[in-house]
């Protein structure tokens, strides 16, 4: 994927960016946005857990957490 020409090194710069010439959203938004994805992100593996019991291996969630 490809943000602004940040390709795999997407800056939060350039998702505040984004979301100001794209969507027409503030940076606080956009920050209120990412702060929300990023607290999520940080409960996946309590969540799967819950949701998913035995059906995502640890070493998948290790991935898809770093």
Not at 19 to 44: H, M, P, T, Y
Request: glycine share 4%.
């Amino acid at each position: 994927m490809d943000i602004i020409g940040e390709a795999l090194h997407i800056t939060q710069q350039a998702i505040v960016k984004l979301g100001n010439q794209e969507a027409d959203l503030s940076v606080k938004e956009v920050d209120e946005i990412i702060s929300s994805i990023c607290e999520v992100a940080s409960r996946f593996n309590k969540i799967t857990q819950e949701r998913l019991p035995e059906q995502i291996r640890s070493e998948t969630l290790q991935i898809i957490q770093s």
